[in-house]
């Protein structure tokens, strides 16, 4: 039955935020697509898992933790997981967008390599590998699709959102299917459903054979052929297909491809220093050295005899005389006894030609052995210089170190004091001093962009602080500690600050108070004051103080204004005549000035005449102070 056609997505939002831009390519699990991270603004690659596996619980359970897994893996050889999630019942992995041509396209367009070559991709490939191991992961996928080569040439491992820690289970079988490409699965993980890092060094150890051969190690009709091939058999030597092919890479790709994993590396880092130590003893011309297929190679050319006839004698053969009569060609050729003295002297050059070859060769040529000089702690320059003191050459590699100076040999391949032939090449690890990265400027980002770029500077994101700003907006990046351009060890945690917005602040009270002392409160709580263009008159808040304010309650911020509104003190009222004046009028007057009245009534009070008043006539008195009158 066809298959269905696959479904255009193009224009597709997922998550509200990955764009679905083009199409790129399809696998047996996802479909992956070039895409745009509309938050950051970036392109990506985005894989799409089938549905018939998104729609397993276990299965997506399973592929969000190790996308999270793979997140964690932060190495220039490996392509970095930005994010992982699901949208309209679909699981999604984003990825670095990486330009550039796969292995398999190397393969298909190149193969058989070089021996250079091949070490040159297949070390990255290991190294990426070790990085995952020593953190505890694996990738169990490891085929020609999932290396990249970029344009300028870096290597870089893809699809590590397969990988499983290597402590928990391992089993590859889901469904009933093999997780993993059968071209390159480990006998275990056919037999037992079960791998660990060793078997991604055994795909490793195909993927070299491939590039030295143009072809993989097994091939079948179908798949339980290539798998029973695995189980049961020894991948061949690369020099079997291709003669020529170097002894040492015969060696390592055995030791990768054991059929028993405890034959094998340990990990892709014990395999990263084997395919250093190989490149690093082959001399150039072996290195160099353009492979031919057996089956195209050229046969050795064979030398027409004359045909003999019936009583015909046996034709002369070259001898020791013809090397010697090469030998004297230039000479003079005397007349006494042509024959048998000239033999003579040809069976004698011959013996003394060779003595004089042999010794040049064992004693000053390339047979010659030399001790490989001490150049650790040396500067480049003087390593290179003892090397060739020594009649030996030299290749750079660049590795950090904490201890050694940069500039400086952290160690060499072979080490000081071992033996070599004259020429032989002997790889420098050079200092680049301590491997260090600066904490990236990402104030004013959100939350997401300074995680995003803090992980892509080689570092890790500790601990996230949240605090009020007065000047950074709510949910954006106030600073980090460490801080920005700070120099870091890789992976080093850093403590991203967010902004929680400015902090609020109680509205103190201000009524009563002085304004002076007004001022003193509002300033220290970082407030502005202002006071209102007019005073008023208060009866009991004296002239200076505070009257009013607003607000009056609630919360402000920092350089939020308070307007107070100042007391002129109180109204004054001049007391009036109130003598011989009958008491409802004289209490009349008084209300009406504003003032209280008090009544003390001498005698009885029988005829109502005030007679006397306190404070007196005219005395200047607070409006609604209360006067004493007394009536008699």
């Given amino acids: 039955m066809p298959s269905a056609p696959r479904q255009d997505l193009s224009g597709r939002l997922l998550d509200g935020r990955y764009e679905i831009v083009e199409h790129l390519a399809d696998g047996g699990m996802a479909s992956v697509w070039r895409g745009v991270d509309r938050r950051l603004d970036r392109e990506v690659a985005i894989k799409i898992l089938g549905r ?236 160099d050295a353009r492979p031919v297929p057996l089956d195209v190679a050229p046969t050795t050319p064979t030398i027409a005899m004359p045909r003999r006839k019936p009583g015909d004698t046996a034709p002369d053969l070259p001898t020791g005389a013809a090397v010697g009569a090469a030998v004297g060609a230039g000479s003079t050729r005397t007349t006494n006894s042509p024959g048998r003295p000239r033999r003579r002297t040809a069976l004698w050059l011959v013996p003394l030609l060779a003595l004089l070859l042999g010794g040049w060769y064992f004693l000053a040529g390339p047979g010659a052995t030399t001790q490989v000089p001490a150049v650790k702690s040396l500067s480049q320059s003087d390593a290179e210089q003892a090397l060739t003191g020594a009649h030996l050459t030299s290749s750079v590699e660049e590795g950090y170190s904490e201890t050694v100076p940069k500039g400086a040999v952290i160690d060499s391949t072979p080490q000081g004091g071992s033996t070599a032939h004259r020429g032989d090449t002997v790889q420098l690890i050079v200092s680049k001093g301590p491997e260090r990265y600066a904490v990236p400027q990402v104030a004013g980002q959100d939350q997401d962009a300074a995680t995003a770029a803090i992980t892509a500077a080689h570092l890790s994101v500790g601990t996230i602080r949240q605090d009020w700003s007065e000047t950074v907006a709510s949910g954006k990046v106030i600073a980090t500690d460490p801080p920005v351009g700070s120099e870091q060890k890789p992976l080093t945690k850093v403590t991203v600050i967010v902004s929680k917005g400015k902090q609020p602040i109680d509205v103190p009270s201000l009524t009563g108070k002085t304004l002076a002392d007004a001022t003193t409160i509002v300033t220290d709580l970082k407030l502005t004051l202002a006071q209102a263009p007019e005073q008023v008159n208060h009866p009991t808040i004296p002239a200076g103080s505070i009257v009013s304010q607003t607000p009056s309650k609630g919360q402000v911020h920092a350089g939020d204004t308070i307007t107070v509104t100042v007391s002129k003190g109180p109204k004054m009222v001049a007391v009036p005549n109130l003598f011989g004046k009958q008491r409802d009028e004289a209490v009349a007057m008084l209300r009406s000035a504003g003032l209280g009245v008090s009544v003390e009534e001498l005698f009885g009070g029988v005829f109502g005449t005030v007679r006397s008043q306190d404070p007196s006539a005219g005395t200047q008195v607070p409006e609604g102070t209360t006067v004493t009158i007394r009536v008699v």
Avoid: C
Wanted: net charge negative; hydrophobic share 40%.
């Fill in 52 to 287: 018939h596996l998104g729609g397993d619980p276990a299965f997506a359970d399973r592929f969000r933790r190790e996308a999270r897994s793979a997140a964690r893996l932060n190495d220039p050889r490996v392509v970095a997981v930005f994010d992982q999630g699901e949208d309209d019942g679909d699981l999604f992995l984003v990825m670095e967008l990486v330009p550039g041509r796969t292995l398999r396209q190397v393969i298909h367009d190149e193969a058989p390599l070089t021996p250079r070559a091949a070490l040159d991709l297949a070390l990255p490939v290991a190294e990426a590998l070790s990085v995952a191991h020593d953190a505890g992961l694996m990738h169990r996928d490891i085929k020609p699709e999932n290396v990249i080569i970029r344009p300028d040439g870096q290597v870089k491992v893809a699809d590590f959102g397969l990988a499983r820690a290597v402590t928990s289970d391992t089993a590859t079988a889901l469904g009933g299917n093999l997780i993993g490409t059968v071209s390159y699965l480990a006998p275990e993980q056919v037999e037992r459903g079960a791998s660990d890092a060793r078997s991604d060094v055994y795909a490793t150890g195909l993927l070299l054979y491939e590039m030295l051969t143009g072809r993989k190690a097994y091939e079948g009709d179908n798949p339980i052929h290539v798998a029973y091939q695995h189980v049961h058999g020894t991948v061949p030597a690369p020099s079997e297909t291709v003669p020529g092919t170097p002894k040492a890479l015969d060696e390592v790709v055995a030791w990768a491809t054991a059929r028993d994993p405890q034959d094998r590396p340990a990990d892709g880092g014990a395999l990263a220093a084997r395919l250093r130590r190989v490149r690093a003893s082959l001399p150039v011309e072996d290195l």
